[in-house]
């Protein structure tokens, strides 16, 4: 079973004692792609370098909700910083003949839940964002939590031109149909294999194989049956076990489907290319 985890930071000082030989075993184990998703300045440069040492990692770049700075005025700085990170690093690969390995602009997007003061400060850098995936011709990553009516109101009136990926998707009802109907695809994490997760089976029966990713965002949320421990991309197996299960499918099926969907939205494939 050949598996692609969506979302997960291998720059985090939880992989500082063993990266090298970690991201090996997930690469042996069968994930034959990962992400290394950005959230600041520095995350998303350690992203790159990720990426150009190993073949089988992708990145974005971007801040996420968390990540803003104090101010607008700051937060703009940042952004004109990331930009010129991503062209700088675009423009090199293209000197030297090299693939472009940032695929998306994320995880960018609105979290209320840990920073509720600052809502002006999020919806700005979100917004700048989008832009900023529409001038590069990028998908947006988004991470939302506790925001779903900001969330939608911004990708409605700031329309996405590659559309993207609602990262860690929380399993919210109007939040999902929504998502959907603006085209975007929804990345399932370790929550779904969780006891206490609610209305997870629903969730999973309203999202259409073709909009499905699935990821593990270590080294955050080990999923069942390794709730608990440091999280890394092995892990996403449990993930397309559980979904599996609720569609009526073999794992298999979904690791297949998962992987060719990444692909899709993140044009990892050149043959592909067709959005
Ligand atoms: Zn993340």
């Known amino acids: 079973m050949e598996l692609f985890d969506s979302h997960a930071h291998y720059d985090d000082e939880k992989f500082n004692e063993d990266r090298d030989e970690i991201i090996e075993k997930i690469y042996s184990s069968g994930v034959t792609k ?16 990720l ?10 770049s971007g801040i996420s909700p968390n990540d803003v700075n104090s101010t607008i005025e700051e937060t703009k700085k940042d952004i004109v910083q990331l930009r010129k990170n991503i062209i700088d690093y675009k423009d090199r690969q293209k000197k030297e003949n090299k693939i472009d390995k940032i695929v998306g602009i994320g995880e960018i997007g609105l979290d209320y839940y840990w920073n509720a003061e600052n809502k ?15 001038e590069l011709n990028l998908p947006i990553v988004i991470h939302t939590r506790e925001a779903v009516m900001d969330t939608l109101k911004i990708l409605k009136q700031n329309p996405v031109n590659r559309k993207g990926v609602f990262h860690c998707c929380p399993f919210n009802r109007e939040l999902v149909k929504e998502a959907l109907k603006l085209g975007f695809y929804i990345s399932i994490a370790g929550t779904v294999t969780f006891k206490n997760a609610k209305n997870a089976r629903e969730i999973i029966e309203m999202i259409p194989l073709n909009r499905l990713l699935i990821e593990t965002d270590s080294p955050y949320l080990a999923p069942e049956p390794v709730r608990g421990i440091r999280n890394d991309s092995r892990n996403v197996k449990y993930i397309a076990e559980k979904i599996a299960e609720f569609k009526n499918m073999q794992a298999e099926e979904i690791a297949k489907i998962t992987y060719e969907n990444a692909k899709t939205i993140f044009k990892i494939c050149i043959s592909r290319e067709k959005q």
């Open 34 to 49: 990962f992400m290394c998703a950005g959230y600041n300045l520095e995350s998303s440069l350690n992203g790159i370098k």
């Open 51 to 60: 990426a150009d040492k190993y073949d089988y990692i992708y990145t974005t």
């Open 120 to 134: 002006d400060v999020q919806n700005f850098a979100f917004i700048e964002q989008i832009k900023l995936a529409n």
